[in-house]
Every structure is written in C-alpha cells, then in structure tokens.
Nanobody
Framework: QVQLVESGGGLVQAGGSLRLSCAASGRTASSYSIGWFRQAPGKGREFVARISRGTGRDTYTDSVKGRFTISRDNAKNTVYLQMNSLKPEDTAVYYC???????????????????WGQGTQVTVSS
C-alpha cells in the first residue's frame, strides 16, 4: 500500500506561481513513479507531469512544458510540482498518483495508476 497526500494548492493571479507537494508513505513507496494529473469542472482527468522511479526522468504534457517542473526529494519521499506563469486554464483539482510502469519516459493514463491522493484545488484568476 502507498499513501499519497497533496498540499500547496490555492488561489493565485494569472502569471503567478504555486508549488504543489505530494508526500508518499508506505513500505513500497520508493518503487513507484509519481505523476500529477488535473481535473477541471466538467472535464476528464488529464496527465500533467511525471517523474520516474530510479532515473528520475521527467515527462510533461505539451500545455505545461516550460512552465511546470516536477522534482522529487527521495530523502523526504516527496514529489513537487513547481508551477510558474500560471494561466486561468490551469484551474483544476490537482492529484498525484503512483504507477509502476518500467519505462522512464511514460505518459500514464489515469487507469494505469495504482494509488491516488485526495487532490488539491488550484484556482488561477484572470
């Protein structure tokens, strides 16, 4: 079992920044890659970014490349999502999720993730 807890969401003006955190716990937490997904009202859950276990290779959806950065602190079992130059269309509930795919470069679908956090709201005002 892996437990994931997100924090760091909030309200920010367009152009601003936020940093989300995902704290992982559980006996096998280090065996998983961690990704961020988001879900806007009335829309499906979409992949945002992922950092792989082992190599720490990061992948991003095109709409956030150059603005968001995912990183992990293995000593703290925590994954971060630094979000800069935020836009109103980034408004969503953000979730972190764990997957055990072997590929370092991977874009998991929500169905491929084994564990999820409870989500944290990010609202970007125009």
């Amino acid at each position: 079992q892996v437990q994931l807890v997100e924090s760091g969401g909030g309200l920010v003006q367009a152009g601003g920044s936020l940093r989300l955190s995902c704290a992982a716990s559980g006996r096998t937490a280090s065996s998983y890659s961690i990704g961020w997904f988001r879900q806007a009202p009335g829309k499906g859950r979409e992949f945002v970014a992922r950092i792989s276990r082992g190599t720490g290779r990061d992948t991003y959806t095109d709409s956030v490349k150059g603005r968001f950065t995912i990183s992990r602190d293995n000593a703290k079992n925590t994954v971060y999502l630094q979000m800069n130059s935020l836009k109103p269309e980034d408004t969503a509930v953000y979730y972190c999720a764990a997957d055990n795919k072997y590929s370092s470069i991977y874009y998991p679908s929500p169905d491929e993730c084994d564990y999820w956090g409870q989500g944290t709201q990010v609202t970007v005002s125009s």
